[in-house]
C-alpha cells in the first residue's frame, strides 16, 4: 500500500471562468460548464468548489438537454452527498446523473441515445479530485508547463495502449472523435476518478470540451494559456483560437484558478496520497 504523507497546505481562494460558443458550423450548443463555488454555505464548506465541462450528443437537440442536466444533476448530488469521501461523492454523482439521464431518454423517442461526455475538478483544502467519463479534457498549468491529467475514453486511446498507433498519430486520426463511455447512453456507467492530487497555489487547471482540441494541438493551447493576461482572457483566446481554425464544433472552455487568500494565515497539514498520473 502507499504510504500515506503529509504537505503543508496554504489557504486559498479558488476563482473560475468558464465560457461556451456554438462555434462556426452548429445551430445549437450542445456543451455546458459549470463552477460551482457555494452552492450553499454549509455544504461548500465541507467539499470545496466543483467545476463541470459536459459535451452532450444525440439529435433533435437531446444532446443539449443531457449536457444541461448532467452538469445541474452533477452539483446537486455532490453537494448533497455528506458521508462519503469527496472521491466516492464525486463518482457517485456522475454514476446518478447517468441514470437519470438514461431514464429521460427512454421516456421519448426523441431522446433515444442521447448522452453527454463529463469532466469535473474539485477542489477542496489543498488538494484535487478529477472525474471523467468521455473525451473532454482536463489540463493543469503549473510554473509555465502544462500537462493533461485525462486520458481521452477514445477509440484511438485504446489503439495507443495496445501500440497499434503511436500518440501523434491519435492527434490526427480520422475515428479519434469515437468515444467508448459516455454519461446517459447505458444504465450504468464506469467513472474513471483520480487519486488526491497535491494543489499548488498560482496553479490553473483547464476543463474543456473537443471543440477546443480537435482545432489546436497541446503546444499551442499552452502558448496561448501561458501569454493570457488573466484566466477570462486565456478562455476567450482559446474560443477565439478554435474558431478561427474553423470552429467545427461547439467549444467550452473552463479554467480554474488557485491564489493565496493570506500570507499572514496558518498553514494547514494535508494528508495525501500520490500525484495523479500524468499522460505524456
Known amino acids: 500500500m502507499q504510504p500515506t504523507r503529509e504537505y503543508i497546505a496554504p489557504i486559498t481562494t479558488v476563482v473560475a471562468s468558464v465560457k461556451t460558443d456554438p462555434g462556426c458550423v452548429r445551430e445549437t450548443n450542445e456543451d455546458n460548464g459549470r463552477h460551482v463555488s457555494q452552492f450553499s454555505p454549509e455544504k461548500s464548506r465541507h467539499r470545496g468548489t466543483l467545476t463541470i ?8 437537440s437531446s444532446g443539449e438537454i443531457a449536457s444541461e442536466m448532467a452538469v445541474e444533476l452533477i452539483s446537486q448530488h455532490f453537494y448533497d452527498d455528506k458521508a462519503g469521501s469527496i472521491t466516492d461523492a464525486l463518482r457517485g454523482a456522475i454514476q446518478a446523473a447517468n441514470s437519470q439521464i438514461f431514464h429521460s431518454s427512454t421516456l421519448d423517442l426523441k431522446y433515444l441515445g442521447m448522452g453527454t461526455t463529463v469532466v469535473a475538478l474539485v477542489i477542496h483544502e489543498g488538494l484535487g479530485y478529477a472525474a471523467h467519463v468521455g473525451d473532454s479534457r482536463l489540463y493543469r498549468l503549473r510554473g509555465g508547463n502544462m500537462e493533461r491529467l485525462t486520458v481521452d475514453h477514445s477509440q484511438v486511446m485504446e489503439m495507443v495502449k495496445m501500440g497499434i498507433i503511436s500518440f501523434d498519430e491519435a492527434q490526427h486520426h480520422e475515428d479519434k472523435n469515437i468515444i467508448l463511455r459516455a454519461v446517459g447512453t447505458q444504465p450504468k456507467v464506469d467513472v474513471e476518478v483520480s487519486d488526491p492530487f497535491r494543489v499548488d497555489v498560482d496553479d490553473q487547471y483547464m476543463l474543456c470540451s473537443d471543440g477546443l482540441c480537435d482545432m489546436a494541438d ?10 493570457a493576461q488573466d484566466i477570462h482572457a486565456a478562455s476567450e483566446a482559446l474560443i477565439s483560437l478554435a474558431k ?10 473552463g479554467i480554474v484558478q488557485v491564489s493565496a487568500t493570506d500570507a499572514a494565515q496558518p498553514l494547514r497539514k494535508v494528508p495525501i496520497t500520490r500525484e495523479i498520473g500524468v499522460l505524456k
Open 218 to 227: 497541446d503546444d499551442e493551447i499552452r502558448a496561448i494559456w501561458v501569454k
Open 244 to 253: 478561427e481554425r474553423g470552429g467545427r464544433d461547439n467549444i467550452t472552455v
Open 53 to 60: 465541462v459536459a459535451d452532450g450528443m444525440g439529435g433533435h
